[in-house]
């Protein structure tokens, strides 16, 4: 628990954090610091300098921009489980951010870090990817916006640019109803998720018009599962058995310390079932 | 000030709370000396590797590093000194015997560029097979250590323990049983994981070596700093109290901190050759490998009983990880599961548990040690045969007991007295707090809805309070660290001129709470406010001996014996009271911090009056000494035995193997209660410990010798989250071996807790025909039972 050596810089601007990020190379930009704190500590990353972007003003909001909600870069899982605008428009997000980490990780952890860490197993990508956000990245050529379905690369890999900082992220208000599920290490809710379903639904006369399903905990990354979502669209309630089953389609699916690969696929089906219910109850 | 008087059975707040809220408790990791350096390890990756060259250049060169020691450097102080001596630990290896073995130590300015030179210490070893599975290192086809025939360094059999007639006579009957056309009997092999004991407050020792006087203090986060002094004056040469071990503040132990560590050696040895103040904190990750772990049992249980439930002979048999080498208690370890093995009951029992060695780090003592095993075997069984011959486990257990009249001194089928129990009634009074048949309708109703609701009992019995010093007699002493014995308890009432009291005792709480029961034993007898009485524990120059805080010991032992030497400051204060009062000792009677004369409430003087007295021989009545205390070493007749009966109701999601804890009961009997609220929390936190075991934890070597579970990222321990609360009571039997009547709950709580979990799996199971499950009964293991049994 005792890392190396590194530089710290505290930055008040998000500019200041790339021109900081270009003259550092390899240096790391720390929010929360809830993933890299412990990860510097355990020596399985040492960056010789930690760009921390946590006393950078106006980044804390969370915004109603009329068709979508914006989230800034330092908004906490605390947050976001506080917020009553996306607690109705993105149900999926607030009960990710809520069944993360404890009380402290959330008040401390924010959003845009865990997206950044790009953990396997964390929960909110797989509210993000289903919910249809963009992600919004600052770097020295300025922002670009990255689809959340384009965003999650492989394991603890983002689409991010080692230039780049994640700014914030919008999350479009498309109607409908949404839910994330899981089933956590330590049973329950209770921990990293073993397997974890976030899905969207909108209904229009009693099936489903458009939706988004995303899969955390059970592959090599959190994805959307796109044959779910082919399976759903046109179909009702008495079609989500049959659309769940195709939850790992296309998935190498992760043996680990919490379940075989048949169980962790069992899971994601049944999870993947049990967010879609769900996402169609609060849809109608 | 507040003047908080308390008898015992009295809920005080715990006075040790305000500091460790504040953050204000001084742990040894918070103290700093002038010159202090730190200390690191360079551990084997490897279970078993020799080493071939070790490149501490790098390391050498870096700024601020002092030195680095290697098995060479530390030979001449011979190896770790254990109580229990079969395979002891080199202070340093050249043949690594398990991951995390220590081959090098750097010591540097600073904890960091300690860590940053330890990984520029480049070692080369030669790869040797190895063996961290215990029942494959059972076969013997690897041997873990060169020159020993056999891993199996010993085994435990009973009984009646210690008996090879009558043992053999106990296999005949069951045999003989067995036979039997009328009988049932049940079979199964079952696994008791291991554990990682995990502590809040990870180890840490600072040894500060005093080259002017020749003399050591040394503080450590241990549970057993007596025993800590000894062996570090043993291994260097000193007399006893050239060293001063202090352990004032320690965050949690469980047995852990019940060893004496080569680590703690190895500062000492730097401190003394660099002469400065060495310390060394443990990570958590390291604590994985370098403080012992718990539990690693296979073995097979079979009960034997007729069909109408009367139980005719039980048998254990199997195997016990020790890991790598034997520390401090490792291989007596499973000595207190046969101990305990019969549990409640009268049936011929018997149990032999082979002691293996392999390739992983060190087992001993965690909370139970011995006996969570013992009586998780029993329990399993008993209920697993409950189930075959369709009678209700509590009546099973009720037809078995040890009956009442057995008692005092009740000789159990290993061969052991009991002191005193009631079991019967302490069921009775579960199954009505929990409303038992009323569960049981709920349960059946849940059932026929299709859901998975199973109910899960568990009597238990422990052994604790250890407790007569004549254990050593059967090889039980601490004389391998120098000590007379390892079972005596200690205590010092000592009456200052102000009045107020000062009380030092041999044992030391890790979170036990002795700040504010010893407190409570003084003023139950001398009736001053509790805010009056200090509590010295953990500093082996205070204290003439000690042993320290483990096995549910401290209140049964060190807590008699304050008790007995407050009664004497008693007896000397009456007589000191009565010629002030110009009365009768006997007619002194002690109240509200005073003394006065019975029947004459305003008739009274202080304790300050007394004091002051005391310290004035010139007016003392003539033949009185002056001084007001008293010193008693106390070893009681036996051991003591609490017991007590659990229950729990977990619910099963059939889609995912999710087990719920819906609600758990518990019903014990501690003896007489010094502090109700500080017994709930023992008995708390130990289910807790028992829970975890039960659902959630596991040390998990692979085949390569790595521990995978080494981070709490991936070793689940419980969180509050995950637990019910627990609903507790308590009947009271109490011991007569001791004159408070108190037994000890440190441990029953994690003894009495794992089995009805499992239990009521099973019961929630058993519309599938699940017979038996493995800990932890994570959704994984639950969903493929269901799976298998669905298949089958």
Redesign the interface.
């Known amino acids: 628990m005792y890392p190396r050596a590194f530089d710290y810089v505290a930055v008040a601007s998000i500019d200041e954090a790339i021109e900081a990020l270009a003259s550092h190379p390899g240096a790391k930009v720390m929010s929360g610091g809830m993933s890299l704190i412990p990860m510097m500590k355990l020596r399985l990353l040492s960056p010789e300098t930690v760009i921390d972007i946590g006393k950078v003003p106006g980044l804390d909001q969370i915004e109603d921009g009329g068709d979508h909600i914006s989230i800034g870069a330092l908004v906490t899982h605390g947050a976001i489980v506080a917020s009553s605008l996306l607690r109705a428009e993105a149900t999926a997000l607030v009960q990710a951010a809520s069944w993360t980490g404890d009380v402290q990780v959330r008040n401390r952890g924010t959003l845009c870090g865990a997206l950044a860490h790009a953990d396997l197993a964390a929960d909110s990508p797989a509210a993000v990817l289903a919910l249809g956000a963009t992600m919004i990245a600052q770097g020295p050529g300025g922002t670009r916006e990255i689809a959340a379905a384009d965003f999650f690369v492989d394991t603890l890999q983002s689409a991010l640019t080692p230039d780049e900082v994640l700014v914030g992220l919008r999350i479009p208000k498309r109607g409908g109803g949404s839910a994330y599920d899981k089933l956590g290490r330590r049973g329950g809710h209770s921990d990293y998720a073993v397997a974890g379903v976030a899905a969207w639904v909108s209904m229009s006369g009693g099936v489903v018009s458009d939706c988004g399903v995303a899969l955390t905990g059970v592959g090599t990354k959190p994805a959307m599962a796109t044959a779910v979502m082919e399976a759903l669209r046109g179909s009702g309630p008495d079609g989500v058995e049959a659309a769940a089953s195709h939850a790992t389609d296309g998935v190498t699916v992760l043996e680990d310390l919490y379940g075989s690969e048949a169980y962790k696929a069992h899971l994601a089906r049944v999870y993947t079932a049990r967010a879609v219910q769900q996402a169609m109850a609060a849809a109608s | 000030m507040t003047a908080t008087l308390s008898a015992l059975g009295g809920v005080v707040k715990r006075r040790e709370d305000p500091a460790l809220i504040h953050g204000r408790a001084r742990y040894v990791d918070d103290i700093k000396l002038a010159n202090m350096a730190h200390a690191?390890f360079v551990r084997s990756p490897y279970p078993h590797a020799r080493v071939t060259d070790i490149d501490a250049s790098e390391a050498l060169a870096m700024e601020g590093v002092f030195a680095v020691y290697t098995a060479d450097d530390v030979r001449h102080l011979g190896l770790l000194l254990a109580q229990i001596t079969v395979v002891n630990r080199p202070l340093l290896v050249d043949v690594a015997k398990h991951a995390g073995d220590a081959v090098a130590m750097v010591v540097a300015a600073d904890?960091?560029v300690?860590?940053?030179a330890a990984?520029a210490i480049h070692v080369e070893y030669d790869v040797l097979p190895s063996v961290t599975n215990m029942v494959k290192a059972a076969t013997n086809e690897i041997l873990v250590h060169d020159g020993m025939e056999s891993n199996v360094i010993l085994s435990w059999e009973g009984g009646p323990f210690g008996d090879e007639e009558g043992i053999a006579a106990t296999r005949k009957t069951i045999a003989e049983a067995r036979k039997r056309d009328d009988t049932v009997t049940v079979s199964i092999e079952m696994r008791n994981q291991r554990l990682l004991p995990t502590a809040i407050e990870p180890r840490c020792v600072l040894a500060d070596w005093n080259g002017g006087y020749s003399r050591f203090d040394l503080y450590s986060s241990t549970q057993i700093p007596h025993a800590l002094a000894g062996a570090v004056a043993k291994t260097f040469g000193l007399p006893y109290n050239s060293v001063r071990c202090l352990a004032q503040e320690v965050g949690g132990g469980f047995g852990a901190k019940l060893n004496v560590y080569s680590d703690e050696m190895l500062v000492c040895f730097a401190s003394q050759k660099l002469h400065r103040p060495v310390k060394w904190t443990e990570?958590?990750?390291e604590a994985a490998n370098s403080t012992i772990q718990g539990r690693g049992w296979v073995a097979t249980a079979s009960m034997t009983g007729t069909r109408d439930g009367e139980l005719l002979g039980y048998e254990l048999t199997g195997v016990c990880d020790m890991g790598a080498y034997t520390q401090n208690f490792t291989a007596a370890i499973p000595f207190l599961g046969v101990f305990v093995g019969s549990g409640q009951y009268k049936m011929p029992t018997y149990i032999k548990l082979d002691c293996v060695v392999t390739h992983t780090m060190t087992t001993d003592a965690y909370r139970g040690a011995g006996r969570p095993e013992a009586i998780y075997y029993l329990e399993r069984i008993l209920d697993a045969f409950a189930r075959e011959i369709d009678m209700d486990p509590a009546d099973v257990r009720r037809k078995n007991f040890i009956p009442n009249d057995a008692f005092p001194s009740a000789i159990s089928p290993i061969g052991f007295a009991m002191d005193t129990g009631d079991y019967a009634t302490n069921l009775d009074a579960l199954l009505a707090k929990a409303d038992y048949e009323g569960l049981k309708a709920e349960r059946d109703a849940a059932r026929a809805e299709g859901r998975l609701v199973g109910i899960g009992l568990s009597s238990y019995v422990e052994v604790c309070g250890f407790g007569p010093s004549g254990l050593v007699d059967l090889g039980f002493s601490w004389s391998e660290y120098g000590l007379p014995s390892a079972f005596n308890g200690n205590g010092v009432v000592r009456v200052h001129p102000d009045g107020t009291v000062t009380c030092v005792i041999g044992t030391g709480p890790s979170g036990q709470g002795h700040q504010t029961t010893w407190a409570q034993i003084i003023s139950h007898h001398l009736a001053v406010p509790i805010e009056n009485v200090r509590v010295i524990h953990g500093d082996t120059h205070e204290s003439p001996v000690g042993i320290g805080s483990f096995g549910s010991r401290s209140a049964a032992v060190d807590g008699s014996a304050t008790w007995m030497a407050a009664d004497r400051v008693r007896d000397k204060a009456a007589k000191l009271a009565a010629h002030l009062l110009e009365a009768a000792p006997e007619d002194i009677r002690f109240a509200d911090n005073e003394a006065h004369v019975a029947g004459s409430p305003y008739h009274k003087v202080s304790w300050s009056d007394i004091a002051t007295l005391a310290y004035q021989p010139h007016r003392l009545p003539e033949g009185m000494e002056g001084g007001l205390e008293a010193a008693v070493v106390f070893s009681p007749a036996n051991a003591t035995w609490p017991f007590g009966t659990h229950l729990a109701l977990v619910e099963i999601d059939p889609?995912?193997g999710?087990?719920?804890l819906l609600r758990y009961i518990a019903m014990d009997d501690c003896g007489e209660v010094i502090n109700p609220m500080i017994v709930d929390g023992q008995i708390h936190g130990g289910i807790a410990q028992g829970v975890g075991q039960a659902?959630?934890e596991e040390a998990?070597y692979d085949e390569d010798g790595n521990l995978?579970?080494a981070?709490l990222?991936?070793y689940?321990l419980?969180?509050a989250?995950?637990l019910p609360s627990f609903e507790l009571d308590r009947t009271v039997t109490p011991t007569d071996v001791n004159p408070m009547g108190v037994k000890g709950v440190g441990e029953a709580g994690t003894i009495g807790s794992a089995q009805p979990i499992v239990n009521a799996v099973v019961d929630a199971l058993s519309p599938f025909g699940v017979k038996h499950i493995d800990m932890p009964v994570?959704?994984?293991r639950v969903?493929?039972a269901i799976q298998a049994a669905k298949g089958a």
Do not use: C, G, H
């Open positions: 690191a904890r960091y300690a860590q940053d990984d990570t958590r990750r889609d995912t999710n087990t719920q659902m959630f998990i995978l579970s981070s990222m991936d689940l419980p969180t989250a995950d994570r959704p994984k969903w493929e």
